[in-house]
């Protein structure tokens, strides 16, 4: 190990700031690639998932939140692929729940196993849950996961809302031609059960076959325009941490949100960096900057530095921003899934 670094660096949260000042507070972490839909903005049906062997362990994946949070990061997001088909997820989320110094441990799902996980996630400690439903149709549901559990999902919504976490957000991404005329309808479903709502632009990650994502591109103003004409919007307050910008929706507690990688670019405020399931620290959704923490944890005797000073120096590696343009080939070759939404 080498002692001067560990010496000139003085583990706290002071040194999860990156070289444009943005501070590193909130860490998302994949805990598998694999997943039981095909969403069809996401992942080929016939795609190739990593072998178990290259995957992190739940103690290896425990470890590295654990540091993340002793070095100050106060949020933390588990994500996939689907996490909840993770064996043993539960056990995971109660040690990084239960860690000293965390304010909120949060989750992303597609809901399939919301129905009978929904009360062990709030008394593993989840305080918050995101739930992708793209939309309300469950012969479109089927066309978009590739997948007819359409039901299953909206049981677990219902369940969901049933427990004690703080706010519950649905997720939906909008692709022009095949969902767009749901946007109202999908943000009606959400206020009504007293939820957030945040609808995403289609980002380029990885080579889809189903279809164009040029095409398919709606952007959030759009978007918005489209809800206007059914709800009274007002510019909120709300900060979650994560990329949406949020609305108040006039007579209703739930608000309205937009994620707009292509048409608001806000890696300005940029606060998150993701680990993927193999254990590679990505500083940036949009580019390929990562530094590969497994090492750090299976050989830790034949490396130079901690693992905790692995993380702090893999900071100088986040980007100032990423640049995505859809009439490209995609240049991030891996899929959402791999990186964690
Ligand atoms: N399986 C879980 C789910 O679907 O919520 C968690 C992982 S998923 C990769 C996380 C989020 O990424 C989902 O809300 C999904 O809709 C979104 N997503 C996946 N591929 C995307 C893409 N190419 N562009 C924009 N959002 C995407
Ligand atoms: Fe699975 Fe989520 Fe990707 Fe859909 S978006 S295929 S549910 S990882």
Redesign the pocket.
């Given at each position: 190990m080498n002692n001067i670094l560990h010496e000139v660096i003085p583990l706290s949260s002071a040194n999860l700031i990156d070289p444009f000042g943005r501070h590193i507070d909130y860490v998302r972490i994949s805990v598998t690639d694999r997943?039981d839909?095909?969403?069809t903005y996401?992942?080929d049906e016939d795609v190739t998932f990593l072998r178990r062997k290259d995957i992190l362990s739940l103690e290896e994946i425990v470890n590295i939140a654990q540091t993340f949070i002793k070095l100050g990061s106060k949020r933390i997001r588990i994500t996939?692929?689907?996490p909840l088909v993770r064996k043993n997820i539960l056990w995971a989320l109660e040690q990084i729940s239960n860690t000293p110094g965390l304010e909120e441990l949060t989750l992303t799902t597609?809901g399939s196993q919301l129905k009978k996980m929904a009360k062990s996630l709030s008394n593993a400690g989840v305080t918050r849950i995101n739930v992708?439903l793209d939309t309300l149709s469950p012969e479109l549901f089927e066309k978009m996961?590739r997948r007819d559990q359409f039901h299953q999902v909206i049981e677990g919504i219902e369940e969901m809302a049933l427990h004690d976490f703080k706010r519950n957000k649905i997720n939906s991404v909008i692709l022009k031609n095949h969902n767009d005329n749901e946007i109202a309808d999908l943000a009606q479903f959400a206020l009504n059960r007293n939820m957030d709502i945040s609808f995403i632009e289609e980002m380029p990650l990885g080579v889809i076959t189903d279809h164009d994502r040029a095409a398919a591109y709606i952007s959030s103003d759009e978007i918005i325009d489209t809800l206007k004409k059914r709800f009274t919007l007002n510019p909120s307050v709300l900060k979650t941490g994560g990329p949406s910008t949020y609305f108040d929706v006039e007579n209703h507690q739930g608000h309205i949100g937009i994620i707009s990688p292509h048409s608001h670019n806000f890696c300005s405020t940029c606060n998150r960096i993701r680990l993927t399931a193999e254990g590679r620290l990505l500083l940036c959704l949009g580019n390929e900057h990562s530094m590969d923490l497994k090492p750090y944890l299976r050989q830790p005797e034949e490396q130079d530095i901690t693992l905790d000073e692995a993380i702090i120096k893999s900071l100088d590696l986040k980007p100032e921003k990423h640049h995505f343009n859809l009439n490209e080939e995609p240049q991030i070759l891996r899929f959402?899934?791999a990186t964690g939404?």
């Open positions: 997943c839909f095909r969403c996401c992942m996939g692929g689907e597609n992708s996961t959402m899934s939404g």
